[in-house]
Structures are given as C-alpha cells and as structure tokens.
C-alpha cells in the first residue's frame, strides 16, 4: 500500500520554506526520501532508519516519527534548484520492497 | 560504464505485442526493483528482486513477468502489451535493504 503524501502540489517564491508530509497506516521499518527533475531519474535525498531521528544536509532535512508513521522533509529557504517531484518511499519492518507515494511536485519561482 | 542502464530508452508497441525492457546494473547489487511512473500515481513497484532467481510481486504485477538468471540483469517483460501499459518504466538497484537504490534513466513505452 502506497504511503501517502502532502501537499500534492506547493509552488513558492525563492527563499521561502517548504514542509512535505508522508503518512503510512502501516509500521514502518524506514523513510527514503527522493527527488526528481522533470525527464530525469529520481535521486536518493536521505534515509531515515530510527523513529524521531532527524537528518539532513545544507538546507534540507527530515524527521521520522515512527510511532505515528509519519515523516516530514523540510526544505529551507529554498532555492531555484530544488524544484522538482518528490517522493517518499516506506519499509515495513520484515519486508524486502520500497514503496513509493505519489509525489509532491515542488514549484520554485525567482 | 559503471552504473545501472535500461535499454531501450524509447518504445513504440502495438496492442497485443510482447516486449521486453532491460536493466543492467555494474554494482552486483543484491536487490532491483521495477517501478511504473504515471501522472498522479507516483512510483508504483511492478516486480522485485533479492538476488539472482528469486523474485517477488510489487502492487501492480498483472501483465508483466520478470526474471533473474544473472544478478547483473533485470529483464522486464510486458507477456502482451495493452495501451493501459503505455508508461515510463524504472529499473532500480541497491546493495542492501538500508541503503540507497540507484535508478536508471528510464524507458517510455507507448503502446498504441
């Protein structure tokens, strides 16, 4: 079952934050977070492998709270280049597959 | 080259025509993974892959059939195409369940 997420859509001027929701009704073993440019392959952001862990690198971060099945991906002050689709893939404990949600299509403008 | 390629990155098929899309991965990565792309749906996993013949279903495994003699390939095979088919196709790779997956450039099938 696809985990789902929020804002499908989010379109911002430069330099303004943005929040990017997954949710899951399943217990997740681990959040993997994806971007995507548009007629490109999806490229690995980060994995977060503990419940309530936090990581991130220069202005983008996520957190994953295991006990609601639930991670969120902040992007800070964003910029021209993080515009793209995002996706959130889940592990359940115990299983081998990655399962993606449907994308949240991030829109930066100057 | 290093890396993971999916061969053709172009196909137009007719209804009712097998076709098969390929993946190759340099990595000897344990896992691969096929995924479909289509507008509101995100990535949805077609078939996946712990090692060399061993295989499994994803969501969405009616009308493709897959295999894995070699751990390097990943052949994806579309038994006979219909239009509801017609999509961007994904190959994927990872070493370990904890790690990253590396994916390919992609193959658009049109089937008309």
């Known amino acids: 079952q696809q985990p789902v997420q929020s804002p499908q859509a989010v379109i911002l001027r430069e330099g303004e934050d943005a929040v990017i929701n997954c949710s899951s009704s399943?217990?997740?073993?681990?959040v993997h977070w994806y971007r995507q440019k548009h007629g490109e392959a999806p490229v690995f952001l980060m994995i977060?492998?503990?419940?309530?862990e936090q990581k991130g690198h220069e202005k983008i971060s996520a957190s994953f709270n295991e006990k609601k099945q639930q991670s969120s991906l902040y992007l800070t002050a964003s910029q021209l280049s993080y515009s793209g689709t995002y996706f959130c893939?889940?592990?359940?404990?115990?299983?081998?597959?990655?399962?993606f949600g449907q994308g949240t299509r991030l829109t930066i403008n100057p | 080259d290093a890396g993971i390629t999916q061969s053709p990155r172009y196909k137009i098929t007719e209804t009712g025509r097998q076709v098969t899309l390929m993946c190759h991965q340099t990595?000897?990565?344990?896992?691969m993974f096929w995924y479909r792309q289509d507008l509101g749906h995100g990535l949805r996993l077609i078939y996946y892959?712990?090692?060399?013949?061993?295989?499994d279903k994803g969501e969405v495994p009616d009308g493709y059939v897959v295999s894995r003699s070699k751990t390097e390939n990943f052949p994806l095979t579309l038994e006979s195409a219909t239009r509801s088919q017609t999509s961007v196709y994904f190959c994927?790779?990872?070493?370990?369940?904890?790690?990253?997956?590396?994916f390919g450039q992609g193959t658009r099938l049109t089937v008309v």
């Open positions: 892959s712990a090692a060399a013949d061993i295989t």
């Open positions: 994927a790779s990872r070493a370990t369940l904890g790690t990253e997956a590396f």
């Open positions: 893939g889940t592990r359940v404990r115990e299983a081998q597959k990655l399962v």
């Open positions: 399943k217990a997740l073993y681990s």
């Open positions: 977060l492998l503990k419940g309530g």
């Open positions: 990595w000897s990565h344990s896992y």
